[in-house]
């Protein structure tokens, strides 16, 4: 089971415009909403590709009945926790489909209260205890109210109960997160260059910082670059476990690039490439098989304008032309 961790949810409002200006009244072509936050793309993914997968989050207001609904039609199990006070952030995407232009409007969310937090914490140990997790998937930012230690501490009980915790978050959250050592790492390039506080140029310096974050004790990184692609270093002493046959045992580095193509909406790629890698290791599949589930499911989501929606067929086409790399930069 692959539970995911999605603290500051949001419903996902995306709006389709034409030539969109600023200052002026505007007729919106489509609206499309979708129930939204990393840990619940992610668990969209696994969803769609077949995987066994547990949302859990917390909701307020009347946003709480539309992610019921909507979870519920989409087949995705979830457990919720909800808060007395405040509702549920919207995050509004304006794609402009003529300009090929898209722009985010992220909602700061609820103010959780210190009743809501023990809740959570509670509710979180519990399901560890009665559930039988392999991966946990920590996604996104926290809310506010939160102190910058939740997720550091939740990998601390987590690691306790020998499960696999995979980080997706950024800033201080992040850098502190990482001294209780995650298992799995995915910051995207600028999330990577915030953490390390250094500019990363090219494939040579990327794999630099994996190194570097390798060392720190997480077992696998992955940092992704939009279009370019992703790195991916995983512990030499892992190799046996996740290594293919085929390549040779002396790196343990990669590097896997995404075709080019026309894209409807990037947002939660990350998350697509998250669910697809995850889905793909809990399969015992190999690294380079993890890499390439991954990207295709990256990709597949640039074609959809709702988040974390992948075509399992897209998955299937895409796998087949990407090249996982091994690196070797002197
Ligand atoms: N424009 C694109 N074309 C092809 N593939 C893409 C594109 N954007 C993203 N991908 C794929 O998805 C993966 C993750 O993308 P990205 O690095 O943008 O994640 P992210 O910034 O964490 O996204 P989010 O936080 O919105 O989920 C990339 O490694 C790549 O494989
Ligand atoms: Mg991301």
């Known amino acids: 089971m692959i539970l995911t961790v999605t603290l500051n949810p949001g ?10 200006k600023l200052n002026n009244d505007y007729r919106v072509k489509e609206v499309i909403l979708s129930a939204g936050g990393k840990g619940i793309n992610v668990s969209r993914v696994i969803k769609l590709l077949g995987g066994k997968t ?6 307020g207001g009347y946003a709480a009945k539309f992610f019921e609904t909507e979870l519920k039609r989409e087949k995705i199990n979830a457990k919720f926790t ?3 006070k405040g509702v549920t952030r919207t995050n509004t995407t304006i794609i402009d489909v003529s300009k090929k232009k898209i722009t985010r409007l992220l909602e700061k969310g609820p103010v959780l209260l210190q009743n809501d937090i023990i809740k959570i914490k509670q509710t979180l140990t519990a399901l560890i205890q009665k559930t039988k997790i392999e ?4 996604s996104g930012t ?3 109210g939160v102190d910058e230690y939740f997720y550091s501490d939740i990998i601390d009980i987590m690691n306790k109960k020998n499960i696999k915790v995979v980080l997706d978050t950024s800033g201080l959250p992040l850098q502190l997160a990482i001294k209780n050592k995650p298992y799995i790492i995915k910051p995207n390039l600028s999330e990577a260059e915030e953490l390390l506080n250094i500019k990363l140029k090219n494939l040579s310096e990327l794999k630099d910082a994996v190194n570097f974050l390798l060392k ?7 940092i992704t670059c939009g279009n370019k692609g992703v790195i991916v270093g ?12 085929t390549t040779n045992k002396k790196e343990n580095i990669f590097f896997a ?4 193509i026309e894209i409807k909406n990037n947002v939660g790629s990350g998350d697509a490439f998250l669910g697809g890698f995850i889905f793909s290791l809990s399969k015992k599949e190999n690294i380079e098989s993890a890499i390439k589930t991954g990207v295709s499911a990256g990709i597949s989501n640039t074609l959809s304008y709702k988040p974390g929606y992948i075509d399992k067929k897209n998955i299937s086409f895409f796998y087949s032309k990407i090249k996982v790399k091994e690196l070797c930069i002197e």
């Open 11 to 20: 419903i996902d409002k995306m709006l389709i415009v034409d030539n969109f």
């Open 54 to 59: 547990l949302v859990y989050t917390i909701v």
């Open 82 to 84: 909800y808060i007395k």
């Open 135 to 138: 991966y946990a998937v920590l």
């Open 142 to 144: 926290l809310p506010q």
């Open 216 to 222: 720190c004790g997480i077992k696998i990184v992955c």
């Open 234 to 245: 995983v512990q030499k002493e892992l190799l046996d476990k996740y290594k293919s046959v």
């Open 257 to 260: 690039q995404p075709p080019e």
